[in-house]
């Protein structure tokens, strides 16, 4: 549609029907859909088929005054009906090309049955894995998120919106929703426009780089203004300095919440504050119900502007060439390929927390399965449709695999059940296995929204579990599935081996069982630090190293002799940044994991040891590069991370930032090159002192972190002069 057609629809339009452009209605009942399109409300979510779809476009471009299709959408988080591995897990596998392809997967499904817009990726920074939403989003890290921000954007949106399988692609939460207080959902958050730039934008700004249709705005407040009006970031930030040109779309409610979050007088002035600060489409019913009176007060040029916004995505998805599906073709079943390629992530997805050799599992004779996870169904997480694939068991799968072994499942416990009366049979059956494998874990409703958990332990009776098992003398391996980083210091030092398997979809028991036997390896890497203690939060890697670090744990063994001392002693040991009654750093560290292959790592390189700031801001990159060679006799994967460090900057720097990362496939003996381009992306910030925050290197010692964790890099050295 060009211009000029989009100009004389809106010319056509009465206020009514503008505002009906303006209006998603969520979740209705199937036999109102069709009167809510009558009435001229011009998006919906999706009525569950494709003939249902087809009839509702049916219904706006027949028999409605100006005849414009609807927009279909619904929240394709990680799969329709091919459910893959949730988001974190994705962000856990390092690899955004699969990632790409999941969404790419569940594209081609949901636009089959009539779906035009997809409500994700989630690219909000999540730091307080309290929140239950870190299942949705991509972890603790920009660089990691950035990444696969780009790649589930891609994969929605394919080649562009009209060719086939694509939907319109949302950006959400707009912003810092990560940060809520005290990690409850839909809490206040309050950052530092220094933060501000340098964490919680950026996800969104590589979004809108790559080409996303859409950007939700946030159900929180940021420093006391609620993201629905706060327009120096609605419209300020997103449309006017990064050119913006596509929806800016409420959350559920999020209009009418301004009431409660008393800043809006009623409904109309919500409304009306709501797109003046730059939302375009609202989600839920208030905008139809407002009097003539009451749309008399929104700007007129501002509504007219978000019309246009609306109109030219539905042009830009086809809709108005041909708004309807063929219904021969819905994909209402997962495919052969579709399960493989979701089966693939799962295994990918799983991050080896730590391991003695008891896995892969060598053939075992005699095998215990127990714990809640052995026969459970719950593998698919948050955010999942009734109508996506269900998933198997680990026990079904593992006695398909292990056909010639004798399999014994107790289960022991329950999730959230306080009777531990069958922990007494898995110990005695546990006596006489060869290996015992714990499937154990936080089940799917303890994480996604309105899930958050101030205590990040394993409920019920798991922890119990799993220390009787390991006082039986019987290797064990503990498989953990769940949707988010989890507190296992009560427990970690007597397991031999644990996976971290999260939550995996519609194949996770394939997934998970490839890895147990060494079909697949568990190379994935952490996107989210585990903490020792729910009183560490947040514990991310990328932290300022404050003025007094520490650099050993705490004790609470006081020496009266030091009591009241302050001298250069006690400032080095005492008075640094820690807890009394806590070892120091996290349990397990952003970017942690292992892998069933071993690797070597040769010395780091660097192209030029200094490069000139002029050059630099012209483009100019170097290029770090080592050698990585698989000194085991099985084929594995490596994952190379490389971290910038700061030495001296205007503001204090994070201790280490993620810029780039790889992770490769090396058969036993082969010898591979990784090598990163480093230049302004890399090593620059927002500098924010300025009225105009501006992204700045600034010149000085830089020094790049490279290997396979945090704790295994090799340092080299970069001057920017």
């Known amino acids: 549609m060009s211009t000029d057609r989009i100009c004389g629809l809106i010319e056509r339009m009465n206020p009514a029907e503008k505002l009906g452009q303006l209006q998603i209605v969520f979740r209705p009942e199937p036999h109102d859909a069709a009167e809510i399109v009558r009435a001229g409300v011009g998006s919906i979510f999706w009525p569950r088929s494709a003939a249902a779809t087809n009839e509702l476009q049916r219904v706006a471009v027949e028999e409605t005054r100006l005849g414009i299709p609807v927009l279909v959408g619904l929240d394709v988080i990680h799969g329709q009906r091919t459910i893959s591995p949730v988001p974190l897990a994705q962000a856990a596998g390092f690899d955004p090309v699969l990632v790409q392809e999941l969404a790419a997967l569940a594209a081609a499904e949901a636009r089959s049955g009539g779906v035009t817009w997809t409500f994700s990726p989630m690219a909000d920074i999540s730091r307080d894995p309290r929140w239950g939403r870190v299942v949705e989003g991509f972890g603790e890290d920009v660089h990691l998120t950035n990444s696969m921000v780009r790649a589930m954007v891609r994969g929605y949106q394919r080649d562009g919106l009209a060719s086939p399988g694509s939907v319109a692609s949302t950006a959400k939460h707009y912003v810092a929703y990560g940060a809520p207080q005290g990690g409850r959902d839909y809490d206040g958050v309050d950052v530092s426009e220094h933060q501000l730039r340098n964490v919680f934008l950026e996800p969104f700004r590589a979004a809108v780089d790559e080409g996303v249709t859409a950007v939700m705005a946030a159900f929180n407040t940021v ?10 970031l609605l419209t300020g930030v997103l449309k006017n300095e990064w050119g913006f040109a596509g929806i800016v779309v409420g959350d559920a409610d999020g209009v009418r919440n301004l009431l409660p979050h008393r800043v809006a007088a009623d409904e109309a002035d919500a409304v009306r504050l709501a797109y003046e600060a730059g939302l375009d489409l609202e989600m839920g019913g208030v905008p139809a119900a407002l009097s003539d009176a009451e749309r008399s007060l929104i700007d007129g040029a501002r509504l007219d502007d978000a019309v246009a916004r609306v109109l030219a995505l539905k042009e830009r998805l086809g809709l108005f060439d041909d708004p309807y599906v063929d219904e021969g073709a819905e994909i ?26 008891t896995l892969p599992l060598a053939s075992p004779r005699r095998v215990l399965l127990t714990g809640p996870y052995a026969d459970s169904t719950d593998h698919l997480g948050a955010w999942t449709q009734h109508f996506g694939a269900r998933a198997g068991t680990i026990a079904d799968e593992l006695r398909l695999r292990l056909a010639e072994a004798t399999l014994e499942v107790i289960p022991g416990v329950g999730f959230l059940s306080d009777d531990a009366s069958g922990i007494a049979a898995v110990v005695s059956a546990a006596r006489s296995a060869d290996v015992v494998v714990i499937c154990a874990g936080e089940p799917s409703a303890l ?3 309105a899930a958050s958990r101030s205590d990040l332990r394993l409920p019920g009776r798991q922890e119990e579990l799993i220390r009787a098992v390991a006082g039986t003398g019987t290797p064990f391996v503990v498989v953990l599935e769940s949707g988010r980083p989890l507190v296992v210091a009560d427990w970690i030092d007597h397991a031999p081996a644990v ?37 560490q939060i947040p514990i991310h890697y990328a932290h300022e ?19 009241g001392l302050h001298g250069p002693d006690n400032l080095q040991d005492k008075y640094t940044s820690k807890y009394l009654d806590l070892d120091l750093g996290p349990q397990f560290s952003f970017g942690h994991g292992g892998s069933y292959a071993a690797f070597a790592h040769g010395e780091p390189t660097v192209s030029a040891e200094q490069v000139a700031l002029a050059d630099l801001d012209a483009g100019a990159t170097v290029t770090v590069s080592i050698q990585v060679t698989n000194t085991s006799g099985r084929t594995g994967d490596e994952v190379v991370q490389v971290y910038v460090e700061d030495l001296v900057a205007s503001v204090a720097p994070p201790v280490r930032r993620l810029v780039a990362f790889e992770r490769r496939t090396l058969a036993p003996s ?13 090593l620059g910030f927002w500098a924010t002192d300025a009225a105009q925050p501006a992204f700045t290197v ?13 704790a295994t890099t090799q340092p080299i050295d970069l001057w920017v002069r």
Request: charged share 25%.
């Open 545 to 563: 190293n404050t003025g007094r670090p520490a650099t050993t744990g705490g004790t609470l063994t006081v020496d009266e002799a030091d009591v």
């Open 447 to 449: 994480s996604g929204e």
């Open 332 to 357: 209402t079943e997962p495919t052969a390929d579709g399960r493989r390629l979701v089966r693939r992530a799962a295994a990918r997805a799983c991050v080896l927390l730590r391991n003695d050799g």
């Open 670 to 682: 082969e010898t591979a090159a990784f090598s990163f381009d480093i230049g302004v992306d890399q």
């Open 223 to 232: 420093a006391g203004v609620p993201m629905h009006l706060n327009r120096r």
């Open 499 to 535: 996976l971290a398997a999260w939550h995996g979809g519609t194949e996770a028991p394939a997934g998970i069982v490839d890895v147990l036997l060494g079909d697949e390896d568990p190379a994935g890497r952490l996107p989210m630090s585990w903490p020792r203690s729910v009183g």
């Open 698 to 710: 600034e010149p000085g010692l830089f020094r790049l972190h490279i290997g396979a964790t945090l």
